[in-house]
């Protein structure tokens, strides 16, 4: 695997890996690498010829009283496991060589970028649009693979890739969880032994939902009062949002007819937490 840190070494590395009719695949991280973000190194290695990973704290997307500079950062680690999967190529930069002085140019896909983690999150999926946009100019990827654990910046960085015409095919792969349920994030190093526990509610009250919906309840209200009573066991979790919304536009839906995306983002211990569940269509 080659390491590259600046952009035109990267775009030097991708010519030479994008012979014609070769697939480049391209997995966007932060970095503190889990099975959720190998799952997509996984996903690209199998769909392309070539994979490129990129790997930024991006700080845009990170508001003034967040985690940017306490972010997990495991460099040596992630090297050896994406090493591992056979990446061709990390893309490791400094913040300075992509935001250079003066920088002032953003993506902002406006309303979906304020639904959600957004509302809670002010400028967060302008600086995820924005980093993304740079990163496909940078890499010019066939495909570009992305979790659904993150299921509103999947509906934002979707929109920007039609809005903006990017001539680039979103993969999106499931969410991994330990066995108990928890999603994986780099932010589960925040979290205490306590911590962890209390944050199995979460997915305990997303497969509450599920399971009601399963039953056959279709009205969003009952679904999110059951998902709501479950959050409620857990007194020591602070629940940012609850919702049941439309999988594209991140608008609530009264119902779940048509499928729907419950979504919920709480506060951990030191940790703001997100997790989901797609419910498919009737
Ligand atoms: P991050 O490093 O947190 O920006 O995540 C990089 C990519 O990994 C994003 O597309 C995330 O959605 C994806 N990802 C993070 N956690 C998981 C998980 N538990 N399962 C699947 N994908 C994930």
């Known amino acids: 695997m080659r390491i590259v840190r600046t952009i035109a070494e990267t775009r030097r590395a991708v010519a030479d890996l994008k012979e014609p009719s070769r697939t480049l695949g391209l997995v966007p991280t932060m970095g503190a690498l889990h099975e959720g973000h190998l799952s997509l190194v996984?996903?690209?290695?199998?769909?392309?010829?070539?994979?490129?990973?990129?790997?930024?704290?991006?700080?845009?997307?990170?508001?003034?009283?967040?985690?940017?500079?306490?972010?997990?950062?495991?460099?040596?680690?992630?090297?050896?496991?994406?090493?591992?999967?056979?990446?061709?190529?990390?893309?490791?930069?400094?913040?300075?060589e992509v935001y250079p002085p003066g920088a002032q140019t953003f993506v902002e896909v406006e309303d979906l970028s304020r639904r959600l983690d957004g509302a809670s999150r002010p400028g967060h999926f302008r600086g995820v649009a924005t980093v993304v946009a740079k990163l496909f100019h940078i890499v010019a990827p066939n495909l570009a693979f992305f979790?659904?654990?993150?299921?509103?910046?999947?509906?934002?960085?979707?929109?920007?890739?039609?809005?903006?015409?990017?001539?680039?095919?979103?993969?999106?792969?499931?969410?991994?969880?330990e066995p108990d349920g928890l999603a994986l994030s780099s932010r589960n190093r925040y979290l205490s032994a306590e911590d962890r526990r209390h944050a199995l509610v979460l997915s305990r009250a997303l497969r509450r939902v599920e399971e009601q919906?399963?039953?056959?309840?279709?009205?969003?209200?009952?679904?999110?009062?059951?998902?709501?009573?479950?959050?409620?066991?857990?007194?020591?979790?602070?629940?940012?949002?609850?919702?049941?919304?439309?999988?594209?536009?991140?608008?609530?839906?009264?119902?779940?007819?048509?499928?729907a995306l419950i979504a919920v983002?709480?506060?951990?211990?030191?940790?703001?937490?997100?997790?989901?569940?797609?419910?498919?269509?009737?």
């Open 42 to 96: 996984r996903a690209a290695r199998s769909r392309c010829d070539a994979v490129v990973v990129s790997l930024f704290v991006n700080p845009t997307q990170f508001g003034p009283n967040e985690d940017l500079s306490k972010y997990p950062r495991t460099f040596e680690a992630d090297c050896a496991l994406l090493e591992a999967e056979k990446v061709d190529l990390l893309f490791a930069p400094e913040a300075a």
């Open 147 to 177: 979790g659904q654990k993150d299921a509103a910046q999947v509906a934002v960085l979707r929109r920007m890739v039609r809005d903006l015409n990017f001539d680039v095919e979103l993969v999106v792969c499931p969410i991994v969880r």
């Open 213 to 259: 919906a399963a039953a056959g309840v279709v009205d969003a209200e009952p679904l999110l009062a059951a998902g709501h009573a479950v959050v409620a066991e857990e007194p020591a979790v602070r629940l940012d949002y609850f919702r049941v919304v439309d999988t594209d536009t991140l608008e609530d839906l009264p119902r779940i007819d048509q499928g």
């Open 265 to 282: 983002a709480a506060w951990v211990g030191p940790a703001r937490l997100i997790d989901n569940a797609l419910l498919p269509p009737r």
